[in-house]
């Protein structure tokens, strides 16, 4: 049931450490194409529960569930539009990732988590650091991620995408590791050992193949189902 894989994709994400008491959210497409799936405003990444979402369709209505729509749906809702690929998308305030993107520096492979997203650094949406609280700035967002697995929101956040609601969760985790592990290195001095765009590029079929992703996944989805 998708409202279902809703609810597990937001209480993995609690159980990954990216709450920020009500804010975040993870969204689920709906397989019958009326919108999506996402939690209802109000409550925390962990209370999400059968009474507490929400089917909002890509004008932004409630179709089912209650209350008002996320003011900031219009990340899922146009994600969703330009990449028919994808079924979920996240978007939180994951601390690393925002202390990260405040400095303004490439996103480094020097972890398994920066592979994913090294070589190339990872995408940065600069058209605003409020709240992407209508169509037009969501359709921006959805450019600036492309055909990534994730971008960075600075002075805001993440946001992840994904085939599936486990993909879209590990990318945002594995992304928000990956600031982590580059932030406490820059602590400590200089980085000078990271891998090469080649080892990189190796690295993320080695580490990252959908299994690994799944593995990863549904351990945080046994996590956040247990809470």
Same mark, same amino acid.
Request: glycine share 10%.
């Given at each position: 049931? /998708? $409202? ?17 008491m009500v804010w975040g959210h993870a969204a689920v497409r709906d397989p ?5 799936? &996402? ?10 529960d059968a009474d507490r979402v929400q089917l909002v369709s890509f004008d932004? +209505? ?12 219009? &990340?899922?809702?146009? &994600?969703?539009?330009?990449?028919? +690929? ?15 993107? #405040? ?7 020097? @972890? ?6 090294? %070589? ?7 058209? /605003? ?6 169509? %037009? ?9 492309? +055909? ?8 805001? %956040?993440?946001?992840? $995408?994904? /085939? @599936? ?15 982590? /592990? ?12 990271? @891998?090469?765009? #080649? ?26 189902? @247990?809470?």
């Amino acid at each position: 049931m /998708t $409202a279902d894989l809703a609810i597990r994709a937001t209480r993995a994400l609690a159980a990954a450490g990216q709450a920020d008491m009500v804010w975040g959210h993870a969204a689920v497409r709906d397989p019958d194409g009326r919108g999506i799936w &996402i939690k209802a405003p109000g409550w925390g990444l962990e209370e999400v529960d059968a009474d507490r979402v929400q089917l909002v369709s890509f004008d932004a +209505d409630v179709l089912e569930g209650e209350g008002k729509p996320h003011k900031e749906c219009h &990340i899922h809702l146009e &994600i969703m539009r330009r990449r028919p +690929d994808v079924t979920c998308t996240v978007h939180t305030h994951a601390q690393a990732a925002v202390a990260f993107a #405040a400095l303004d520096t490439p996103l480094l492979p020097i @972890s398994h988590e920066g592979a994913l997203f090294g %070589g190339a650094d990872v995408p940065r949406f600069t058209r /605003t650091g409020g709240l992407v609280e209508n169509p %037009g700035l969501g359709r921006a967002l959805a450019e600036t991620l492309g +055909d990534a697995p994730a971008a960075l929101m600075p002075k805001h %956040g993440l946001v992840a $995408a994904g /085939t @599936s609601a486990g993909a879209a969760v590990m990318h945002a985790v594995l992304l928000d590791r990956a600031c982590q /592990t580059q932030l406490m290195a820059m602590a400590a001095g200089p980085v000078r050992v990271f @891998s090469d765009a #080649a080892e990189a590029a190796a690295k993320r079929l080695q580490c990252w193949p959908p299994g690994q992703l799944d593995a990863g996944w549904n351990y945080l989805d046994r996590k956040g189902s @247990s809470r």
